[in-house]
């Protein structure tokens, strides 16, 4: 059912009232007649005086004249002497006739300005109101996109008549284009009308009646207008009967301007995020570089100059040295696999939409592998795990698990100092699991705390916290292993802190929320093949 137009809807002449103006005539009249014995004629007049004056506020000026003039020759038949005829006698009558169409034609004129001015002001008000709610939803939706609907409604109801939108679709916002071949259709539109859309949308014109542009169009085509270029475009279909067409149009026209100025910045804050990411994509590519460059350099010339000592000199080598340089090229080969490997998972937890391979996972089976790895690098076994006895399963991504605890292990033997133990707690609280790996070591000075997960950090080398002693483990890295630690919390739903223990040392601390372990039927469903 078509919405009425808001000039017929506030504007009180337009509305069928007329039968109350005729009441009003018909009380004047029955007065007259009834109060003739008791009121003089001048009195009597001043009845139908009141009479237009009060139906004036629904008849048109017109019609509230020529009721005052019709009224004048009859209160004249009946009323003036010579009574049943039109002459009249004295010429006071007929300055009191003259007064009362005069003064009644007055009255319904003032009344018929003032009831357009009441008119008026509610209509700038219903259109400003209009605008700010508009605005208003605008403003609190991410993307202006989501409100077409409700503009395409506001439209329909100044206009009383259908609406169809042209908006652009998402490929254009995210790369901040404005010009768009073709988009999303909001309404039925036929060839033509997309058409038309799409030229009013790529020449930022308005077309249609009144327009200068196309004024034999039966619609008028109206683009969502930017600062800079538009963004969409709107057809309204005009109704033959719609009034002062122009304020409508003018009014229309601003409401697709705050759909066009809200598109430009959504594209505009799309584009800027796009380049932020692209930014940030290079960065890291070139910061990974350097750091692939240059602390891969130190291992690899290692093991070459290890392995050229095997190669050239092994006749003269005693068993010993033999095995000190096989001993070398093993420990460089896996630290070069461990920067290898923490500096390609940065990557690619950095990169967007990745997923994860989730899975149900012993707490102590992880912790177990992480202590078998860490074994293997520290001979004197100063990591241990204490658990927990009612640790629930965790769905997680295992190789990152083991991969993240790897590394704050790897971390808190290097950092820990040479003979203090390292410990890997588990327990829950909650709804939540925590994980903790300790250390006794000389901790991380204060102003470095809210910086250690922060990418390429190294706290030693820049604090002088390194013990130069022989026996030194070797503190070696990028300083991207805290951080690849920190990228596979979030890509769990966790978060990882430190925490500063009260007797020296640091415990680095992961928590995530515990999901509700399934069924055993549950789980040979939904166990997700081997990768």
């Known amino acids: 059912m078509p919405v009425a137009p808001i000039t017929a809807r506030h504007d009180p002449a337009a509305s069928p009232a007329w039968w109350l103006a005729l009441a009003v005539w018909l009380l004047a009249w029955l007065g007259l007649f009834v109060f003739t014995d008791y009121l003089d004629l001048a009195n009597r007049a001043l009845i139908l005086v009141l009479a237009s004056a009060v139906s004036a506020l629904w008849l048109a000026p017109w019609v509230s004249i020529g009721a005052c003039i019709v009224a004048m020759l009859a209160f004249n038949f009946f009323f003036v002497p010579p009574l049943g005829t039109f002459a009249i006698d004295l010429h006071a009558h007929a300055l009191l006739m003259a007064t009362m169409v005069a003064v009644s034609s007055i009255v319904a004129l ?34 202006p996109r989501a409100q077409g609907a409700r503009l395409q ?49 790529n020449e930022s014109q308005a077309m249609g009646p009144g327009t200068g542009r196309h004024d034999e169009q039966a619609a008028w085509y109206l683009p969502m207008r930017g600062r800079h270029s538009s963004f969409g475009a709107a057809l309204i279909r005009v109704p033959a009967d719609l009034e002062a067409a122009a304020a409508v149009r003018k009014q229309a026209q601003v409401l697709c301007d705050q759909m066009g100025a809200a598109l430009e ?34 291992p690899l010339a290692t093991i070459l100059g290890a392995a050229s000592s095997l190669h050239d000199q092994a006749d003269r080598l005693s068993p010993e040295q033999r095995q000190r340089l096989a001993a070398t090229i093993v420990d460089e080969a ?52 204490v658990l927990a006895h009612d640790l629930p399963l965790l769905r997680c991504d295992a190789v990152l698990m083991v991969q993240m605890l790897d590394n704050l292990v790897d971390n808190a033997l290097k950092y820990g100092g040479n003979s203090a133990p390292v410990e890997i707690a588990a327990r829950c609280a909650g709804d939540r699991l925590f994980i903790a790996v300790r250390d006794r070591g000389p901790g991380v000075p204060l ?38 630690c920190r990228a596979i919390a979030e890509a769990h739903g966790g978060e990882l802190k430190l925490r500063a223990r009260n007797h020296g040392g640091c415990s680095l601390e992961f928590s995530m929320p515990i999901g509700a372990a399934p069924t055993r039927a549950e789980a040979e469903i939904t166990e997700e093949p081997p990768q």
């Open 265 to 298: 910045r959504f594209a505009a804050q799309q584009a800027a995020a796009a380049a932020r990411e692209a930014g940030q994509a290079q960065a890291l590519r070139s910061t990974l570089l350097t750091a692939i460059s240059h602390d891969h350099r130190t």
């Open 110 to 143: 003032l009344m018929t300005r003032q009831r357009r001015l009441t008119a008026n002001e509610r209509e700038h008000a219903f259109r400003a109101e209009q605008l700010r709610t508009f605005g208003d939803a605008l403003r609190d939706v991410d993307d």
């Open 447 to 484: 102003e470095w705390r809210s910086r250690i997960f922060d990418t390429f950090q190294r706290v030693g080398a820049q604090t002088g916290i390194d013990d130069r002693g022989a026996d030194a483990p070797a503190r070696r890295g990028a300083g991207i292993g805290l951080a690849v």
């Open 153 to 201: 409604e506001a439209l329909a109801r100044l206009t009383g008549s259908s609406v169809a939108l042209l908006l652009p679709p998402a490929s254009s916002m995210q790369s901040g284009a404005a010009r768009i071949a073709d988009g999303d259709f909001l309404g039925d539109v036929d060839e033509n009308e997309r058409a038309g859309l799409r030229v009013s949308l």
């Open 334 to 385: 896996a630290q070069l696999a461990r920067l290898t490997e923490n500096t390609l998972q940065l990557a690619r937890l950095d990169a967007p939409g990745i997923s994860l391979h989730f899975d149900w996972e012993s707490v102590e089976e992880i912790v177990g592998s992480v202590l078998r790895r860490a074994r293997q690098r520290d001979p004197a076994h100063r990591v241990r795990a």
